[in-house]
């Protein structure tokens, strides 16, 4: 029964990741990204390590979709700016 | 296991299945919802955890979420703007729930832990969670346009 909580938070993060796979468009799946982040903090949590969820929040909340978003755009930009300068 | 740990295991398993099914599926408007709804999610839990762990500073792992998802759904609801000006979402009374569950998780665990430093760093936390989650809350549904054209 006291493991309840850490079967729970288990489970979250496995449908996250399957979530996250089944995702195709990339800024969309920087959303589910992001979510998977926050779950695996709250992970390292119940299995007491505070430590490395501090550092997995850090990165998985905010950095990894930025990071993404910001590349999607970058692409973008360059297939749009392509299309119009023809074979450039 | 006691009455703190079953009820951020609740809060979690509802919370969360929501929010992933949400993020998971239907129009961009909703997944941005569901996304600023894990952080009023997970930041209670951590805080009922701590409580429920007795140890205080695992409320440094709130304070940190409070800080930084808000500061992930302003990142979105910036790069995405350009779709989300199609459909702007809006789900405020989603965003009172959420703020009325932390405010009352808050309460209840500074009433657990007693006048003490610890409590204002608790009140700390709860004040930026719920500022934060209204901000990003606004920015979502179409405030600061002045901002977002830059």
């Known amino acids: ?88 | 296991m006691n009455a703190w740990i079953l009820a951020a295991t609740i809060l979690l398993g509802a919370g969360l299945t929501a929010a992933l099914w949400g993020v998971a599926s239907g129009p961009l408007s909703r997944r941005m919802v569901a996304q600023n709804l894990t952080t009023a999610v997970a930041c209670p839990s951590l805080l009922l955890l701590a409580q429920g762990y007795h140890r205080p500073s695992y409320v440094d792992l709130a304070l940190l979420l409070a800080l930084l998802g808000p500061v992930g759904t302003l990142v979105f609801a910036r790069l995405l703007a350009d779709e989300l000006a199609v459909a702007t979402p809006a789900a405020w009374g989603l965003t009172w729930t959420a703020a009325g569950v932390s405010a009352a998780v808050v309460v209840a665990v500074c009433a657990a832990t007693g006048p003490s430093r610890a409590m204002v760093k608790l009140l700390v936390t709860g004040v930026l969670l719920i500022g934060g989650n209204l901000v990003a809350s606004r920015a979502l549904q179409g405030g600061f346009r002045q901002v977002r054209g830059g």
């Open chain 1, 1 to 88: 029964m006291a493991d309840a909580v850490i079967v729970v938070v288990l489970l979250l993060v496995a449908a996250t990741a399957t979530a996250a796979v089944a995702t195709r468009d990339p800024s969309r799946q920087a959303l589910v990204l992001s979510l998977q982040g926050v779950v695996l903090a709250v992970l390292f949590t119940v299995l007491q390590a505070p430590d490395v969820a501090l550092s997995q929040l850090a990165v998985g909340s905010a950095l990894t979709p930025l990071l993404i978003m910001l590349s999607v755009r970058k692409v973008r930009r360059r297939a749009r700016t392509t299309d119009e300068g023809g074979d450039g």
